[in-house]
């Protein structure tokens, strides 16, 4: 006769507190720019046949220790890898336009000049978010602000961005009331934080931003079709 086994309790599993374990080792703890015109590939799923590079504007090391290729894009600066949206285009892979080489993952080097620079500067986890980075920006990219759904759009132009120690990422726009020297740098009194001030903020690379200064139709209406849905929800 066997020996009656007594029932082990039952596992509980805080599905709750596992995710929240994953998103931290997915946050950024430290950024590089990017100099050398590497470029994000992406397809539009309207376009199958058609290929498009954008900018990257830098490199993100994560907690996890993987390196992403970072461009700002709708309300963030976001890993390329992220895109893989059925409208707005997903990613294919990284591009030295240089050499025309296409690869999947960040550049030995680049992965080599974050993982020194993070071993450096012991990145530790705080309780309240704290500033461990400023870059400048690059590549003229503006931000499309939105605040109540009767004010004006307000296109502004991007003048940096801070890396926070929660791994979020927030771009620097200019007060214009409180500009007293040019040009502006990071650091400057004038400078704030886009979601401080702004309900939505939307980037688009220097060229879109002309197109809607010179209210191009086109890109007025595709802009409207883009932001609206989302805008309208928050109310």
């Given at each position: 006769?066997?020996?009656?086994?007594?029932?082990?309790?039952?596992?509980?599993?805080?599905?709750?507190?596992m995710?929240?374990?994953q998103?931290a080792?997915?946050?950024l703890?430290?950024?590089?720019?990017?100099?050398?015109?590497?470029e994000?590939?992406?397809?539009?799923?309207?376009?199958?046949?058609?290929?498009?590079?954008?900018?990257?504007?830098?490199?993100?090391?994560?907690?996890?220790?993987h390196?992403?290729?970072?461009?700002?894009?709708?309300?963030?600066?976001?890993?390329?890898?992220?895109?893989?949206?059925?409208?707005?285009?997903?990613?294919?892979g990284?591009?030295?336009?240089e050499t025309?080489?296409?690869?999947?993952?960040?550049?030995?080097?680049?992965?080599?000049?974050?993982?020194?620079?993070?071993?450096?500067?012991?990145?530790?986890?705080t309780?309240?978010?704290?500033?461990?980075?400023?870059?400048?920006?690059?590549?003229?990219?503006?931000?499309l602000?939105m605040?109540d759904s009767?004010?004006?759009w307000?296109?502004?132009q991007v003048?940096?961005?801070?890396?926070?120690?929660?791994?979020?990422?927030?771009a620097?726009?200019?007060?214009?009331?409180?500009?007293?020297?040019?040009?502006?740098?990071?650091?400057d009194p004038?400078?704030?934080?886009?979601?401080?001030?702004?309900?939505?903020?939307?980037?688009?690379?220097?060229?879109?931003?002309?197109?809607?200064?010179?209210?191009?139709?086109?890109?007025?209406?595709?802009?409207?079709?883009?932001?609206?849905?989302?805008?309208?929800q928050?109310?």
């Amino acid at each position: 006769m066997g020996i009656p086994l007594s029932p082990r309790p039952a596992q509980v599993i805080d599905l709750d507190a596992m995710r929240q374990r994953q998103e931290a080792r997915r946050r950024l703890i430290r950024l590089s720019p990017e100099l050398d015109g590497l470029e994000m590939v992406y397809q539009l799923p309207s376009e199958p046949d058609a290929y498009y590079g954008m900018p990257l504007l830098a490199w993100g090391l994560r907690e996890d220790g993987h390196v992403v290729g970072l461009v700002p894009w709708m309300e963030s600066l976001t890993p390329c890898h992220h895109l893989n949206d059925p409208e707005h285009g997903h990613f294919i892979g990284y591009r030295d336009p240089e050499t025309e080489e296409l690869f999947e993952e960040a550049p030995d080097h680049k992965v080599f000049e974050l993982e020194q620079a993070a071993a450096y500067f012991e990145y530790e986890v705080t309780s309240e978010p704290t500033l461990i980075q400023q870059l400048p920006e690059t590549q003229g990219t503006h931000a499309l602000c939105m605040d109540d759904s009767d004010a004006p759009w307000q296109l502004k132009q991007v003048f940096g961005w801070r890396l926070y120690s929660d791994g979020v990422v927030e771009a620097l726009l200019a007060d214009e009331q409180l500009i007293d020297s040019t040009p502006i740098l990071p650091g400057d009194p004038c400078l704030y934080t886009g979601h401080s001030r702004h309900r939505v903020v939307y980037f688009f690379q220097r060229q879109i931003a002309n197109r809607i200064r010179r209210e191009d139709p086109a890109t007025l209406e595709a802009l409207a079709l883009m932001v609206m849905p989302d805008h309208q929800q928050d109310d």
